[in-house]
């Protein structure tokens, strides 16, 4: 879980991460992914809006970023499963 709370598995310091703000979890199948708590300032994989309370599947070398922080987080994995250069917006 990410958040502005001590029980977070990662805390954020931004003033605008909401005290419990998004978790990442896995599927049994070791897919990934995101699901915002329904924060005030939103979460954003990519630079797209992640809508609340909506789960958003995550690839290897997505993009996370919580409120409008500006520290960006990158979701890492096996190198075989990054997607190719021209199937990423953020470049």
Avoid: W
Wanted: glycine share 6%; charged share 25%; with cysteine.
């Amino acid at each position: 879980m990410f958040g502005r709370i001590d029980l977070c598995d990662l805390a954020l310091e931004h003033p605008t991460v909401s005290r419990s703000h998004a978790v990442l979890q896995f599927k049994r199948s070791g897919e990934a992914y995101i699901y915002d708590l329904g924060s005030t300032h939103s979460t954003f994989v990519n630079k797209n809006q992640v809508n609340k309370k909506v789960y958003v599947d995550l690839r290897v070398g997505d993009v996370i970023r919580f409120g409008l922080s500006t520290r960006l987080y990158i979701f890492q994995g096996p190198s075989d499963l990054m997607p190719s250069k021209k199937d990423l917006k953020f470049f």
